[in-house]
T-cell receptor
């Protein structure tokens, strides 16, 4: 089955700096890669996703890049703000499949 | 994005009782819903996949007689924890698939079994 690895497990940045979280996957059949933000005591919230026919996608301060050949994808947050502090999860799945395979999560702290 | 609700948000019960958690997709129809369990500072662990009108598919190691799942309509799935014990205390989260592949998560239910 699919195996998703996520790094780093914790990340601290100064407010205004950029944050990058990286994930790798093992199954070349995976073609859908969402990112979720989870605040303490809440459910995960979809913040951005990318499909395998696209190499990069951007939404304001958030961007995701995908390298299919190397089987890795990354989340980039620019101009970080304290409210960006949360746990971020990457996931991989096949569009026609059901199951999401989640990474282990990255706890991001933005220091004011 | 689409909205998924969960009820209750938190529940405290005595050992041996059963607890039902509801998951609703509010603005889309979900033929498939998922139930996850999350331990503190850990990732989401898929418990089962719930398909409308058919039996749920449970992941290995999840007791189907203990965690009863019903998906009777395109907008509602329920998880019943039967004969709950303290080790069942956890954060339970549902998600609903908005075709073809996007999953939207509910806010979660904190279960504490005394």
């Amino acid at each position: 089955g699919e195996n998703v690895e996520q790094h780093p497990s914790t990340l601290s940045v100064q407010e205004g700096d950029s944050a990058v979280i990286k994930c790798t996957y093992s199954d070349s059949a995976s073609n859908y890669f969402p990112w979720y933000k989870q605040e303490l005591g809440k459910g995960p919230q979809l913040i951005i996703d990318i499909r395998s026919n696209v190499g990069e996608k951007k939404d304001q301060r958030i961007a995701v890049t995908l390298n299919k050949t190397a089987k890795h994808f990354s989340l980039h947050i620019t101009e970080t703000q304290p409210e960006d502090s949360a746990v971020y999860f990457c996931a991989a799945s096949m569009v026609t499949g059901n199951q999401f395979y989640f990474g282990t999560g990255t706890s991001l702290t933005v220091i004011p | 994005g689409a909205v998924v609700s969960q009820h209750p948000s938190r529940v405290i019960c005595k050992s041996g009782t059963s607890v039902k958690i509801e998951c609703r997709s509010l603005d889309f129809q979900a033929t498939t819903m998922f139930w996850y369990r999350q331990f503190p500072k850990q990732s989401l662990m898929l418990m089962a996949t719930s398909n409308e009108g058919s039996k749920a598919t449970y992941e290995q190691g999840v007791e189907k007689d203990k965690f009863l799942i019903n998906h009777a309509s395109l907008t509602l799935s329920t998880l019943t924890v039967t004969s709950a014990h303290p080790e069942d205390s956890s954060f339970y989260i549902c998600s609903a698939r908005d075709p073809p592949e996007t999953q939207y998560f509910g806010p979660g239910t904190r279960l504490l079994v005394l």
